[in-house]
C-alpha cells in the first residue's frame, strides 16, 4: 500500500501532474482502497482479479473509465496542445471540463479548466443524471433528459450538440 497523499501527490514514485482538488483514475482507486494505472501517474495495479474495485464514493469503475475514454476522444490528438476535454472525479460525480493552456506567460503554467457538465451517480438507484452549468458555475438538473442507468446515453445525448447551453 502506498503512503502517498490522495490530491496532487506522489503515486507509484512519479508526481502527478493533476492540480490541487483534482485527482485522475488512480487516485480515485486510493479513495476506494485499491489502485488503478493512469499513465500520466505511473500507479500499480493493486485489487482482486475477479472484482472490479469502485472508484471514488463508489462510482462505477467502468463507468468512469467509459467517461475518460469518451473525453479524450473529443478532441484530435494534433490539437491537443491547443484544447482538451477532461473528466475530473469526485465521490459522487464526475464533471466534463475544457481545458486550455495558458494565453498569457505572467499567469503561469497551469491550463484553465471550464466545466461543460457534470454526470451526478446515485448509488442506491444506480440512475446517472445530468446536470447543466448555469452562469455562476453552480449545477442544475438537465431536465428534458431523464436519468438513466447507462452512463453512455448522457454521453450521447453531449455528443449529439442538440443544446448549446452544454458546447456554447
Known amino acids: 500500500m502506498h503512503d502517498a497523499p490522495v490530491w496532487g501527490g506522489r503515486v507509484g514514485g512519479t508526481r502527478c501532474g493533476r492540480a490541487q482538488g483534482a485527482h485522475c483514475f488512480c487516485h480515485a482507486f486510493r479513495l476506494a482502497g485499491s489502485w488503478g494505472q493512469d499513465s500520466r501517474c505511473g500507479g500499480d495495479v493493486r485489487r482482486a482479479p475477479t472484482e472490479p474495485a469502485p472508484a471514488a464514493g463508489g462510482l462505477p469503475e467502468l463507468d468512469v473509465a467509459r467517461v475518460q ?12 496542445d491547443e484544447i482538451r476535454v477532461e473528466c475530473d472525479i469526485a465521490p459522487r460525480h464526475l464533471t466534463i471540463c475544457e481545458c486550455r493552456p495558458p494565453w498569457r506567460e505572467d499567469f503561469g503554467p497551469d491550463w484553465t479548466r471550464f466545466p461543460i457538465a457534470r454526470l451526478h451517480y446515485t448509488k442506491t438507484t444506480r440512475l446517472w443524471t445530468l446536470y ?32 448549446p447551453i452544454f458546447w456554447g
Open 69 to 80: 475514454r469518451w473525453c479524450a476522444g473529443q478532441v484530435p490528438e494534433h490539437v491537443r
Open 132 to 163: 447543466r452549468r448555469d452562469r455562476n458555475l453552480k449545477y442544475h438538473r438537465y431536465h428534458p433528459l431523464d436519468p438513466s442507468p447507462q452512463v453512455q446515453d448522457l454521453l450521447d445525448y453531449l455528443d449529439e450538440r442538440a443544446d
